[in-house]
Structures are given as C-alpha cells and as structure tokens.
C-alpha cells in the first residue's frame, strides 16, 4: 500500500491500564488520520545499562498484555525478541517478529524468528553500512520468508551519537522491502540515562521525521507514551502521545508527495 | 520569500559558450517552474588535488564572463573567494560572495567578504559541527552586515565519504538566515579524482534533496552543465541539466507542505 | 603479572590438524619469547554475511577439539558464545568466555556467562563509546564474578570501516581489569568477504599493534592461522603464524618501557 | 636522524616576557634530553570562534619576538601563516612555515610557502582521508622544495572531537618525510572555548603521545605555557611546561624501540 503507516505505543510494556489507555489514543487518531497503526511494546529489554533498571514483565506476561491490547483493539502487534527460543512462543500472538539493531546480524535469532512464518521487522544496526542489510534480509528469505521490513534508527557517529543518513533509506529502499523510519531512538543519546531527561533530544523529532518521510520511508516508528516522564525505559525520547497527531500530518502530506514522485527520474549515475 | 530558490551553473568557469548555453536554459527552467535562481561558477578553484588540474580563468577573466551571464540573461551572481584581496574586487559584479567550507572559519576572509556589503554565503564546514556555524554569522554581523546565507554540503564520515545529517538543517535554521543545500558537493567522493565517475555518487542526488527539502531548507544549490563527463571540474557530481527541471518539481512540491507546517509544532523538549 | 599476555589460535575451529599444529607452533613461539598463550578459537560463528558460509563444528565437537588442545599443550582456552545456554556446557572446559562485541550490552548472556565463575572476555562492542564500557563490567561484578577481560577491537568509522582510537584503551585501563587489543578484527573490512584478500588490511598490523601496546594494554589478540588464504573465517585478516614471533618482539619491548611509566605522571586535568 | 625531536612553545605568541621564559626552559629541558627543540609560536590566529578573542600581535611584531628568541637561544622557529603575502617575509625569520589544517588543501598558500625554500610543515586537515596528504606534498614538491614534514593532529570523529587514527602515522610515513604528532591540538574539544577548563582533555596527552610515537613518528608537536590557565589561547589544551621534561621520557625510550625495529617485518599484505 502506498499509505503511510506508523508504528507506535509504549517503549516498553508499563502496568496495563497504561497499555490500554495508549491503545485507545492510538486507534482514535488512526481513525482520524486514516493511518493504519501497529501497536508496538517490549516485554523483556536486553540492553539496558544497569541490571538495576527494568526490563519489563517478561514473556508470558508481556505477550498476555499485548493479547488484550490485540482483542480489544484489534492492531496488529509487533515485539522484540532477543534469543531464539522467544521466536516460537511470541509469534503465537505478535504479528512482527522484531530483531533488535545490535542482534541484525546473528544468524541464530534471524532464523528462527523467520521460520515462524511472522513478518520479521529488522532493525539497522547502528554498526552496519546501510547497504549491508541486504545480508540479514538474504538469512531471512533463505528460511523461507519473504515477510520483511526494514527499519532504520541512526547510525553511530562520533561517541554516543548517532546519525540518520538519508542515503540509508535509499540502500534500504532497493530491497523492495518496506522501510520503516524509528525516530524515537534515532534521538536518543546514549552514555546518559534514558531516564535523565538529556537522554534525548526530542526538538530533533520533526526534521528528522519529514527529513525521513521524503526520502521514501513507507511507516514510521514512534514510540509514545501519556506521560514520558515517567516512562520506565526511554522516559527521554518517546513522545507525548497528545502531540503524536499533529506530528504526524506534515508526514502524510510529505509521504503523498514523495510516492507521487517515486521512479519519476531515470537513475542518475 | 518562502518560495525555494535555486543556485545553478557550472562549477568553474569554462568557455563563454558554455557559461551562456547553461544560462539560457537555466532561464528557461526558471521560467517554467516559476523559481528565481542565482547563477552560479567559480573564478578560481583553489583546492584541487593537484597543481595540474584546471582552476578556472581567474579573477579577472571570470569576473567578466559572470558580468555578461548577468547582462544577457538577468541572474544575480554567486561565486567563491579564496583569499581576502578578492572581495573587494569581486563584489563590483557579483551578487553573493560565498565562502568556501574548507575556510569558513577564517576571520580575515569572512571579515573582508563582509564589508563589501555584498550577500555572505557561507558553506558549513565539513569539519564543524552544525551548530558552530553561529561563529562564523556573528563575525559577518559584527562586520556590519546581516545579509547571511548558509549553507550545507555534508559532513566528514568516516574517510572520503560525507553525511548529510538532517540536524544540521535544524541548526542552521535556527540562526534565522536562510538556508541552502549543496546537494552537488555532498555526492562527492574525496580521493577519486572527480573526473572518475567513480568521483561522485548521482544515485543519492533525489533521496538527498528531498530529504533536505522536507528538512526545511529554503534554496538549493545544484551545479549543473551540459555535458558533465567532459566538465573541467566535478564531472563526476554535476547534473546534467536535461534532468534539472524533473529534479526539481517535487522538490517544490515538498517545499511547500514544509513550509505550510513550519512552526506548527511545540518545541517537543 | 606486568608482562604482556597474547591470546592466538584459529579464528574458527578446523580440521583438527589444523588446530593442533597452530597450536604445536603457539607453544614454541611461547617458550622462545618467554609469553604466557591463552589459546583461542570459535565453535560457531554466529555473525557472518550468509548462512552459506562456514560457522564452525558446532558447540559440542568444537568444545571437544579444543579440550584435547588444553590436554596436549597446557593452554588455557578462550572461546566465544552467543546464546546464554551456551555458557554452563562452554565453561566446563574452557577458561575465558568471550561475549561478542554486538552482544556486549546483552544482559541475559553476561549475566549467564558471569554465573560460570570463568574469567570473562568482554569485547569493546562498535557502537559503543569507551567509557560506556563500564556498564556490562557493571553487570558482571554484580552477578558476582569479578574476573573480567576487556579487548578493544575497533569502533564504527563511516560505513565499512574501524578506528582504534587510543583514548579507548584509557578508558578501559581505569575499570582496574585487564585489557586486550584485537588487533585482527581491527583491521577488517566489512562489506567485503573475509575470504576476499581485500577483506582485511594486514598492512596496518604493526602499527596498530605498537601504537596499542604502547598506550598501555595488557595483552595482545591476534588471529593466526598456518595458511590464512585457506582459512574457513577471517581469511583476510589472520596472521600467518610464521610471522607471529617477529611480529611480538617489538611488542615485548614496547610493552617493558610502558609498565616502566605507568602512572608516572601525575593527572593532567 | 632518528633523534625523537620536540616542537614546542606557547600557542600565541604573547608578552615577550613569556616567550622567553618558555624558551629558557625549552633550552633546560633540551639539554637535560638531549633532544632537539624548534621553537613554536603563532603571530596570528586567523580561525579563532569570535572576532573578540586575542589572535595575537601581527606579523610584524610577531615575527620580532620570534628573531629575539632565535637570537638569544639559537632554536630554528616554527610559525604558521595564512595567507600567500605573509610567505616571504615570514621566511626571512622563520626556519619552518606551517599549513594550518583546515588550509592544507589550499594551492595558493602552499606554493607561496614552498617557494621560500624554507621547510614546509604540512597539518593533516581534519577532513582529509591520511594517504590524501600525498597531495600537498605533491604540490610543494612540485613548487621545487623538498623539505616537508607532515603533522597529525586528530581527524574529525562525530561532532566536537577529533580522533587520533594510528593508521594515518603509516600513511603519512609512507610519503618518506617527517611525521609529527601535535598532540596539543588532538585533545582540543571544539564547541567550547579554549578558556574554558573543558575545551581540552589533558587526560588524554600521555596515551595519546605514547600510542603516536610507537605508531612511528619523527617528532612531537606540544604547546607548552608557564601558565596554561591565563594563556590568551588554547588554555585548556597547552601542558603546564613543568611537566614537559618527565612527559618526554617515555616517549624517546618507546621511540628508540620503534626506530630499532622500524621495517624488520615483511609488508603483511
């Protein structure tokens, strides 16, 4: 489809009356943008700093949460995994399989997160040149799906920064795969608490979004939260959910704009 | 204004034919697209790899050549300067003096260009963090003068290769002057000489523009000439100008949804 | 011990002739250079470009091969693991547990690895600034086991491309552990198969080594293979053994000046 | 000759009372090593942040403070100039003409400093791949001098830092001239001013030195003050002169080991 369709909900799975509440904006600004919305949130963070942080509820009671959230909502879901043996278990109720940027290059989990059959979202590793993705996009394909999304979220920079390289979504683009923009944590700032509210730099937020949009992105990844201060991980970079809508019009505008013009020019080489 | 301007021409000087040919269709295209542009060529390329490549006809010689672009065919000017003594005489004739980004940081040039009174373009460093750019707009402005441009060109990355970071438009549109891209010299590829075709990377001209565009840059900076492969500098990054024209329509297209939701947004802190 | 340590074997488990006479080779350079070995080489690969390519015998021939090495030489064992699993049947025979550089900031595989009570390798992951090294050492103290190795091994430059930065090895010296320089995977190319001879740059072995040595580390990791053109992995980058003693004699000297002068100087802050 | 030498001095050249006090105890610290010193310091800072900062005395005055040292302690001076009509009479004073970094790529400049005959001091720019300093080599070697030294001084890394690539000591070594390290201006945080405490890293000079000299080069670049706090500029990255002396001594006992095993192993390619 040529509609623009955005990935969203709470970094990480947070008591359940927030997931619902987050849920029930999300679907009410679906309705009104015409978007189609994936509901998105981690039952287990595998790499956070501390051992002291959360790491959210865990499988069983992760993947139960999202259930609710799936029956009463009816998005489709989509979850990270961090080791093999989670492939099976999660893709029983979660729609995308997603492999975490630090892990897009383990054959292990990229299998067997394909063999489910799911839609396998990988992530761009923050150490992988963009046009090396077609490797981890091969792995999946060679076990039998073609179920494949790309997402980008910045690249490693200096120390503790990172860079969103428009030519990434270019590279990305070529594999005929759909390419998803994370701009919450192309924003983060690592080395400082995700909770320090320097953690992240959210006044980068629009120029990067529409900056990504252009360049040809078809969804958009946005973790938001009713309170992002009080988020249990990534307090710094998820957005205010009450500024996700207007956040989201100049990009269906852009996005209409850009598929318009896709392949309009010959290859200039 | 906000319509998105163009600066285009040839990167350096070549012969008079060539400099009216590209003229007189680069009015024609401005005509037809409804745009202003600013024509642009260099007197003097003053960093070539080697002392044997080609560096234009020089101040004088240039100069007039530009003169006559100008007469013929109304364009404002834009050409560099390298060395303080030329601004003076350079600023009889041309419209926008533009420092170079290897030099944007050298008081003495940027103080001389200053008080010619002329338009200052500065070109961001490839070696400056984006946001540094306010040193060299205060030095102009304690020159006297406030008509400021600046613009982007990408950032070192890694070895040879440059990044065009969608920040760096964030930053330099905070100064409130207007903002250009250089989508020409952001495709280059250092330690090729760009008379190789391996020199320049076209295939990221569109991703790169429309990216910069939806980032809100207010012109564009595009060196173009009839027949690239045999320029006299940058063969290997200019657009051949049959393609201008395509190149820019969703350009403009994205340039006004930008600018329609310009400030629409809270500052997300 | 002030005197400087070096881990070495195949990149991946062989033939086993092949490792036995690597290793055959390692002792006599050991005991003619007076050095302590700690022998290494991988049982999977868990991170190369294609499912195609060699991984290894797997977890239980290669922890085999490696236990009649231990037996026959005396080396103490260094081996990789990927998956938390993996780490109580790896630790019954071997030493050192290496977590992967992408696989650094993984909780659960540190803390399963920690758990053994082996000596645990930690790899300067790419994406990660120096100092920000702490964090998994963090993670193993507080699951109760405070032997711990760290080895820089290069860090994100551009695309395809690793820097070792000296600053590094500051950074990981003032953890109080012992650090290592890889300086083999320091001088891969990615992007180009390791079988490929333009996969790794040998030439700059030396002086990275040398500058490594001399900015203070503890110990040297250098892949070596008999005939590395032939090797299953990183065929590009290992080092022929036949060089390895001459390769580690300036080493050796270097390394005596630089425990002379540690800490010899007060901070300069 | 294979003697470690020390290029030295204030940043700035400020009172006179300073600079000679600076250079009596260069002349101790010389002896007492046995090391060659060239005095350094500059007549104008022409890429200062603001217009309102100290940029020195000029070159006139400057170049007569600089006669005086010479004159009463006979070292051979080092200064850098800017522009190509600052060329010639520089050189009627100073033995060796610097190219800043980021005007390394400037041919004007460069072949009027290579046409005094004096020796020519090439900064590796901050932007420029190492092996491309072949370039300004070229084009002094092609202005008919062939006295060249070659200075790192730490290539850009992200925003506001600089790295010290080891690689870029065998490529500037491979153009058979002398490599130096300025390691004064490698711990320079750009983005804060040079007053302020935090624009330097002075924890980095001993790590970075010694990685530098054991990487292989002829000669080491360090600003040096009697009182690096109230320095005019570069206050927070000049070393206090009373540690220069102990700050050297593991530099020349490291360089003589490289020197005895410069080129005793193969090219490993």
């Known amino acids: 489809s040529d509609d623009l369709f955005l990935i969203s909900g709470p970094c990480v799975i947070e008591d359940e009356k927030i997931m619902m509440t987050v849920a029930e904006q999300l679907r009410e600004i679906a309705e009104r ?11 287990q963070k595998d790499n956070r700093s501390s051992l002291d942080y959360y790491t959210g509820p865990g499988l069983e009671k992760g993947i139960a ?3 609710k959230v799936k029956e009463q909502f009816g998005f489709p879901l989509l979850t990270d995994i961090h080791y093999p043996d989670q492939a099976a278990p999660v893709a029983e109720v979660v729609d995308v399989l997603q492999i975490p940027a630090y892990l897009c290059m383990q054959s292990q989990l990229i299998v067997a997160a394909a063999q489910t ?16 993705m077609k490797h981890p996009v091969k792995k999946i394909e060679d076990s039998g799906n073609e179920q494949i999304i790309l997402t980008e979220r910045g690249y490693t920079f200096g120390y503790n920064d990172l860079v969103v390289d428009p030519r990434s979504f270019y590279h990305m683009g070529r594999t005929n795969y759909p390419v998803v923009f994370d701009v919450t944590h192309a924003i983060r700032k690592y080395g400082i608490p995700s909770k320090d509210a ?10 990067l979004a529409r900056a990504g949009v252009a360049a040809g992105v078809d969804g958009l990844f946005i973790e938001a939260h009713t309170c992002p201060s009080e988020a249990l991980c990534d307090a710094a970079s998820q957005l205010d959910i009450r500024y996700l809508e207007e956040f989201m019009k100049p990009l269906l505008e852009l996005h209409a704009i850009e598929v318009k013009y896709r392949n309009t020019l010959p290859e200039l080489a």
Chains 1, 2, 3, 4 share one sequence.
């Open 198 to 207: 320097k953690g992240g730099a959210r006044e980068y937020l629009p120029v």
């Open 65 to 67: 949460i999202l259930a």
């Open 117 to 132: 059959g799911r839609v396998i979202n990988v992530k761009h590793g923050q150490f992988l040149a963009p046009e090396n």
């Open 33 to 43: 943008l015409g978007i189609k919305v994936i509901y998105k949130s981690s039952f």
